[in-house]
């Protein structure tokens, strides 16, 4: 079963508009969320986190939103811009402090 | 710091052959995680070690290994290769626990 769902396979944004990727999670144990890029041929590199004890964490131009009772979470990036092309995957830590990954919602910045 | 290191960046084997890749983390973490990643698929988690002992495991076949040496450094054995075995490897590296940092992958090609 999947515990990281992430239900969009792919989203198209207008360049300089806000994109907003979204995460579903399961388990209500998990307590440490974090937000990857990545680029093809290419490991993930980590954007944004945010504990379970806020609700919303910002940086930049990128800004995670965390819902513990719907057990939702997103990641808005405002202004969208051509470099933000990429597979994002939402992660939760577990208990065992091990990442279980969303499959990723592929973004695409059109110009 | 120096980012992680992975090495080889690609490879070609024969279905049947074993091959090793092999992962330096980020001086100081001394947990290194695994993933294999193919065409259209999010991050499959391989296994995790910390401070030399396997820590957590995914639900892969015994054909895949690994090891982590006292420097932190760590190993990936695959032995009798199969095609569907053709994927990037990724090494993750992780003070402790929350955000991993991933090396750049090994390209592997079974033919």
């Known amino acids: 079963d999947q515990?990281?769902?992430?239900?969009?396979p792919s989203l198209s944004v207008q360049e300089g508009r806000i994109?907003?990727?979204?995460?579903?999670?399961?388990?209500?144990?998990?307590d440490y969320f974090l937000w990857y890029k990545k680029?093809?041929?290419?490991g993930p590199t980590f954007l944004i986190s945010i504990s379970s004890i806020k609700d919303k964490n910002?940086?930049?131009?990128?800004?995670?939103?965390?819902?513990?009772?719907?057990?939702?979470?997103?990641?808005?990036?405002?202004?969208s811009q051509p470099g933000d092309s990429a597979v994002y995957f939402?992660?939760?830590?577990?208990?065992?402090?091990q990442l279980i990954w969303g499959a990723g919602t592929k973004l695409i910045i059109k110009p | 710091k120096a980012g992680v290191t992975q090495t080889p960046r690609y490879l070609i084997k024969t279905r049947g052959q074993q091959v090793t890749l092999?992962?330096?983390p980020?001086?100081?973490?001394?947990?290194?995680?695994?993933?294999?990643?193919?065409?259209?698929?999010?991050?499959?988690?391989?296994?995790?070690?910390?401070?030399e002992t396997q820590r957590n495991k995914?639900?892969?076949?015994?054909?895949?290994?690994?090891?982590?040496?006292?420097?932190?450094?760590?190993?990936?054995?695959?032995?009798?290769?199969?095609?569907?075995?053709?994927?990037l490897y990724l090494c993750a590296s992780s003070p402790q626990q929350h955000e991993q940092y991933f090396g750049p992958g090994t390209r592997l090609t079974v033919t």
């Not at chain 1, 907003?20 to 999670?25: E, F």
């Not at chain 2, 054909?63 to 075995?85: A, I, K, P, W, Y």
């Open chain 1, 90 to 97: 939402c992660a939760a830590e577990d208990s065992n402090y």
């Open chain 2, 58 to 87: 995914g639900n892969f076949p015994g054909r895949f290994s690994g090891r982590q040496f006292s420097n932190s450094r760590s190993e990936m054995n695959v032995s009798t290769l199969e095609l569907g075995d053709s994927a």
């Open chain 2, 26 to 51: 980020i001086s100081g973490h001394r947990s290194v995680s695994w993933y294999q990643q193919t065409p259209g698929q999010g991050l499959q988690f391989l296994f995790e070690y910390f401070s």
């Open chain 1, 39 to 42: 680029y093809p041929a290419e």
């Open chain 2, 22 to 24: 092999s992962c330096s």
């Open chain 1, 19 to 30: 994109s907003i990727l979204n995460c579903d999670y399961t388990n209500s144990m998990f």
């Open chain 1, 58 to 79: 910002e940086d930049g131009r990128f800004t995670v939103f965390l819902n513990k009772s719907a057990k939702h979470l997103s990641l808005h990036i405002v202004p």
């Open chain 1, 3 to 8: 515990q990281v769902k992430q239900n969009s």
